[in-house]
């Protein structure tokens, strides 16, 4: 059974920075893809950004894109989401997904679908 634990989520004033965890278990993850969703009160769950684990290619939204990495510690079985200059608008519960059906352009795609799920890490950017 896969497991997925978030941690890193806090406090931070707009422009900061944050790096969220997600330390992963329970499977050889090869043929996985591994991602980040997020969710802010009132507003459906929506993609942020997602890693293939075996090439590395890495798919984002087009709100993070060069605010944002995603990147993978093979390793240690770790998901990595950087997240620089933040914004209020960037606040949610981010969630860490997992699934071995498709890669990141499915992923990004499907998170209805999605298997594997952690429970979150609220992130808030404080104007």
């Known amino acids: 059974q896969v497991q997925l634990q978030e941690s890193g989520g806090g406090l931070v004033q707009a422009g900061g920075s944050l790096r969220l965890s997600c330390a992963a278990s329970?499977?050889?993850?090869?043929?996985?893809?591994l991602g980040w969703f997020r969710q802010a009160p009132g507003k459906e769950r929506e993609f942020v950004a997602a890693i293939n684990w075996y090439s590395g290619y890495t798919a984002y939204a087009d709100s993070v894109k060069d605010r944002f990495t995603i990147s993978r510690d093979i390793a240690m079985n770790t998901v990595y989401l950087q997240m620089n200059s933040l914004k209020p608008e960037d606040s949610a519960d981010y969630y860490c997904?997992?699934?071995?059906?498709?890669?990141?352009?499915?992923?990004?795609?499907?998170?209805?679908?999605?298997?594997?799920w952690g429970k979150g890490t609220l992130v808030t950017a404080s104007s």
């Open positions: 997904a997992a699934d071995n059906r498709g890669g990141t352009t499915w992923f990004r795609r499907s998170y209805s679908s999605i298997n594997y």
């Open positions: 329970g499977r050889t993850f090869a043929n996985y893809a």
